[in-house]
Structures are given as structure tokens and as C-alpha cells.
């Protein structure tokens, strides 16, 4: 019986993913805070599908309770997607520390803490993918996103690490770079629609890259060239943009 962990599962994007894996044949743990609320979805597609679902509440700042948390997974997964994530609003976080330290646990700290445990099961038993979903505002600093970006700068390269090091397990680490999701935080920028994608298209994107073991990918091309253009820009002119 093969179990997919999904943490942050209540996101359009999770709810599209554990779809997907569910038509696959995966069961699923879906993870997160007051999971509880996507109780009748789950039990939808786990009826739709014919295959277990169960749901574990989980806040991934609680890092004390993670160890307890992956022991409890009676069967322990063959992969593990991390979609969790938080952008606080930066003038808020910068004056008020809880935002930032919270920013900062749910897209790096709290990753690595869980993705830590599981990795000595992984190497274990030598199979395994982790999948972890960061943002194109770790690619390179901006003035207005630092704080956000700064932490999944870091799990990023926590992941490409991870990547290298598990190689040789036969172990597959994708790293996700989404540039904006159609979802309720995605959707209140006022920007072109074709720079968003459907948590439905970003899903199925997923899924294919995983099951073919590819290791980077964007959410479309458009973000692919923007974040070249905007990663070669000299820091003297960078410095100056307000972007
Ligand atoms: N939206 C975008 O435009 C965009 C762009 C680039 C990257 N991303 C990344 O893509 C992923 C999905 O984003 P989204 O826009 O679909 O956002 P979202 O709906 O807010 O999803 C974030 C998920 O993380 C969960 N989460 C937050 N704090 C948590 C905690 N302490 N413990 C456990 N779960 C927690 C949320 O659960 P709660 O409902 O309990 O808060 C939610 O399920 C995130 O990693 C995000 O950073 C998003």
C-alpha cells in the first residue's frame, strides 16, 4: 500500500494534488491545521477513488511534535509533498516579529524539521520522492518581499542539498518554483492573468515531473524568463528598481 504525505493539504493546491494522487491509485495523509475542514472532500475522493484517506492535524510550527506526529504514520509514505507555506504582509512583519518568526517556521524551519525525520526513513529503505513547493521570491531578494523570500530561499537550497545528497538512494527531490497561483492569496496581486496558473494546471505539473523524477520546475515559461532576466540584473542597477 503505497501513502503519499501531503502537508498543507487545506490549499486549493493540496486539495489538487491529493486528487491526483488519489486517481493514481496513492493513498493519502493529509496534514495541516484544523484539517478537519476538509473532511467531506477527502471522503469524496477517497469513495471516488477507492483509496484510503486519512487526515492528521498538524501545525508545522509545533516542531516538537513532529517526531510524535511522522511515528504515528502507521505505514510511513513512499513521498511527501510540502505545499505548506505563509506570506505574511512585510510592513507587517517587519514590525511585529511574530509575523516574520512565523514566515520563517512554516516556509523553512518547519520543513526541514519534518523533512529531516523522514529522510532517515527514506534512506532506509532506499525509495522515496519529497516534492517541496518554494516561490520565484527565493530566485532573488526585493525590496518588498525579502522576508517571504529570504525563507524560501532557504528551503530551496535545503532541498537542492537534499537532492544531491539522496541521489545516490534513488531518492528524488523536486523543487517547485511557482511564480503566482490562481488561489485566494495568489489571486489579489493585479497583475496579468497569463503570469497566474490554476492550482489545477500547477497540480498536474507536479505530478508529472515527479512520477518522470525531474528535479526543478517553474509554474510556466513566462516565469522561467522573467526570473532570468530579473537574476542576470547588475546589483548597482538592481539596488535601484523598485520591483
Ligand atoms: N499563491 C501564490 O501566488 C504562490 C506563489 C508562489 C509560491 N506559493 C507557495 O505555494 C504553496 C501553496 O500556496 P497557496 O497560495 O495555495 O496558499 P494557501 O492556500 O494559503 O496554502 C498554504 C497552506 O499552508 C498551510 N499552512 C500555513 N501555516 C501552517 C502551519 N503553521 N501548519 C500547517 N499548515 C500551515 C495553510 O493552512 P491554513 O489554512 O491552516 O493556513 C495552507 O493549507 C505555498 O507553499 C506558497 O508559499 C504560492
Redesign the pocket.
Known sequence: MKYVLI????????IELALLYAKNKYNLYL?????D?IKNKADRIAKENNVQITLHE?????LNSHQEFYDSLNIKPIGII??????PKQSEALLNWKETS?TI???YI?AISILNIAVLEFQKSQRGFIVG?????GLRGRGENYI?GSA?AGFMTYLNGLRNSLSKYNINVLT????????????Q?NLPEFL?VK?KILANSIFRSQQSNRSIIY?GLAWRVIMFIIKIIPDFIFKRMSI
Open positions: 502537508i498543507g493539504a487545506k490549499s486549493e493546491l493540496g496534514a495541516g491545521r484544523s484539517i475542514s498538524l501545525d508545522i510550527t509545533n510540502y505545499a505548506a507555506g505563509y506570506t512565523n517556521n512554516v516556509n518547519g513547493i518554494t516561490s520565484v521570491a517571504y524560501k517547485v518554483i511557482p511564480g503566482l497561483i490562481k488561489s485566494r492569496k495568489g489571486s496581486y497566474y492550482p509554474s
